[in-house]
C-alpha cells in the first residue's frame, strides 16, 4: 500500500461526500425506526409467547 496513494483516495472521498438533505434523513430516519420497531415487535411476541406456554404448564 503506498501511503501516497491513500491519501490521495481519503482526499478524493472527501470531496465528493455531500451533505445529505431533509428529505434523505428523514426517509433514513423512518427506515431505522421501523426496523427498530419491528425488532422490537418480534421480540415482544416471542417473549408472550413463551410466557403463554410456561404459565399453561
Same mark, same amino acid.
Do not use: E
Given at each position: #500500500?503506498?501511503? %501516497? /496513494?491513500? +491519501?490521495?483516495? #481519503? ?5 465528493? =461526500?455531500?451533505?445529505? *438533505? %431533509? *428529505? *434523505?434523513? #428523514? /426517509?433514513? +430516519? %423512518?427506515?431505522?425506526? !421501523? $426496523?427498530? =420497531?419491528?425488532? $422490537?415487535?418480534?421480540?415482544? @411476541?416471542? /417473549? !408472550? @409467547? !413463551?410466557?403463554?406456554?410456561? @404459565? $399453561?404448564?
Amino acid at each position: #500500500m503506498n501511503p %501516497r /496513494q491513500t +491519501l490521495k483516495n #481519503m482526499s478524493n472521498t472527501v470531496k465528493m =461526500a455531500r451533505k445529505s *438533505d %431533509r *428529505d *434523505d434523513y #428523514m /426517509q433514513h +430516519l %423512518r427506515l431505522v425506526l !421501523f $426496523g427498530i =420497531a419491528s425488532v $422490537g415487535s418480534i421480540g415482544f @411476541v416471542i /417473549q !408472550f @409467547v !413463551f410466557s403463554v406456554i410456561t @404459565v $399453561g404448564n
